[in-house]
């Protein structure tokens, strides 16, 4: 069971050039994130899907992208990075909780690390 | 309004030596749910422990142990007789049952074990 994998583990961008970070998971979840983690600040929810078809923005969504067009899948998309955007990116999965609840635990993909110079 | 507050950014222990790391949460919430995360040098995020809002009973895992408090909104882990593999960031994190769909993170504490 391969979990949540990212692709790819590194990358280095100019600024305003594009990209996409992949994420699929195998254990069909129906909600999906990207997090990124900047240091002392935690992990901060960048957007989210509650399942195909249906996403929503975090704390911070400005500059980025998502579509979920599959239950597997959720690629985060920088449309012209930016030196803010270096960061470590997470994507992550949960699955629905009991009678909806958001109670189920993260499980998270190995990280992104994004250098845009 | 920062709803996970973890004030220690970092901590230094000296092996076998117990360490407490705090986490205070906020929420409106009745029903909610806390987790604490470890995040090793090699970067992956690990899940420690998930305690709902209606169980005060603390958790004991080997040398991990939880003490949560509705009446200070904390949460807080405790690494007795403390491990070099111990270190790692710890992160809490805060889920409200219905009225959202994020998990809000504390900003980590970074335990640094001394041999």
């Known amino acids: 069971n391969a979990g949540v994998t990212q692709t790819p583990k590194f990358q280095v961008l100019k600024t305003g050039q594009s990209m996409t970070l992949q994420c699929a998971q195998d254990m069909n979840h129906e909600y999906m994130s990207w997090y990124r983690q900047d240091p002392g600040m935690g992990l901060r929810l960048i957007h989210y899907s509650v399942g195909a078809g249906i996403t929503d923005q975090g704390e911070v969504p400005n500059g980025y992208n998502v579509s979920r067009s599959t239950t597997e899948d959720f690629p985060l998309r920088l449309l012209s990075a930016a030196p803010s955007q270096t960061s470590v990116y997470f994507c992550?999965?949960?699955?629905?909780?009991?009678?909806?609840?958001?109670?189920?635990?993260?499980?998270f993909g190995s990280g992104t690390q994004l250098s845009v110079l | 309004a920062q709803k996970v507050t973890q004030a220690q950014t970092e901590i230094s222990v000296v092996e076998k030596e117990d360490v407490t790391l705090d986490c205070v949460y906020e929420?409106?919430?009745?029903?909610?749910?806390l987790f604490w995360y470890k995040q090793p040098p090699s970067g992956e995020l690990v899940f420690l422990i998930r305690r709902n809002s209606f169980d005060e009973q603390n958790e004991i895992s080997g040398r991990y142990s939880w003490n949560f408090q509705k009446s200070t909104s904390s949460f807080n882990f405790t690494i007795t007789a403390s491990q070099v593999v111990d270190s790692a960031v710890y992160f809490c994190a805060l889920s409200e049952a219905w009225t959202g769909n994020q998990f809000y993170f504390g900003t980590g504490t970074s335990l640094t074990v001394i041999p």
């Open positions: 929420t409106r919430d009745t029903t909610y749910y």
């Open positions: 992550a999965s949960r699955a629905r909780g009991d009678r909806g609840r958001a109670n189920e635990k993260l499980f």
